[in-house]
């Protein structure tokens, strides 16, 4: 296991257009997390599931924003009609159970830029 | 609500001196975990050091080190012999128990040679 990959690592896409971002998380974990994180700015949470269930969604989460995670394994994030105002990192990131002695394991990112 | 404030948007140091990070919290919880990440640029975010709040020993792990005031709420990290490798954004961030991480705005740093 070599860590969370998430895909694409860029994404460029033209404003109104949907995107789908993938994130794979370390095997063991079951908590899976996203968040977004704007040019020098902290990473913002947005939503994080345990195991295939979706726990708690942030008020950022607009209804333009979806996520799954079907089998408890890889997620998904999808952004509807996509707005300039999306443009930022998105961040995935795996934990155990226990986050609190762990932390959190994070990807690379995705890069989405709204033209 | 929980909040984290890092007041230091950037800072720089010379090699192997030590710098120090900032950090304050405001939170209502008793039982939490405070956390420093380093986001080196175009890397993904690594753990530095982690500490739990009901603990009065400060953590420490090879060249860092925090300075956990409970009572003023104050988080700070403490980078000792400073190496180029340092150069990153540091974010300090807050974790109640069973919650999530809430981040602060960072600090970016730079090691000078």
């Known amino acids: 296991d070599t860590g969370v990959s998430q895909d694409p690592r860029h994404k460029i896409t033209k404003r109104g257009q949907n995107v789908t971002f993938r994130c794979d998380p370390i095997s063991e974990h079951n908590r899976l997390y996203w968040y977004r994180q704007t040019l020098g700015q902290g990473p913002e949470f947005l939503t994080y599931f345990q195991n295939e269930a979706q726990l708690e969604k942030s008020r950022l989460l607009s209804d333009r924003f979806s996520a799954e995670r079907p089998k408890g394994s890889f997620s998904t994030l999808e952004i509807q009609r996509t707005e300039q105002g999306d443009s930022a990192m998105y961040l995935c990131?795996?934990?155990?159970?226990?986050?609190?002695?762990?932390?959190?394991?994070f990807g690379s990112g995705t890069r989405l830029t709204v033209v | 609500a929980q909040t984290v404030t890092q007041s230091q948007p950037e800072m720089s140091v010379q090699e192997a001196e030590t710098v120090t990070l900032s950090c304050t919290y405001d939170t209502s919880e008793s039982n939490y975990y405070l956390f420093w990440y380093k986001q080196p640029p175009s890397r993904q975010m690594i753990l530095v050091i982690r500490q739990e709040a009901y603990k009065q020993q400060n953590a420490t792990e090879n060249r860092f080190s925090v300075n956990f005031q409970k009572a003023a709420k104050s988080f700070s990290l403490k980078i000792s012999d400073s190496q180029l490798g340092d150069t990153a954004m540091y974010f300090c961030?807050?974790?109640?128990?069973?919650?999530?991480?809430?981040f602060g705005q960072g600090t970016e740093l730079s090691v000078k040679p």
């Open positions: 990131a795996s934990s155990p159970w226990d986050s609190t002695n762990y932390g959190y394991t």
């Open positions: 961030a807050f974790m109640k128990h069973g919650g999530k991480l809430i």
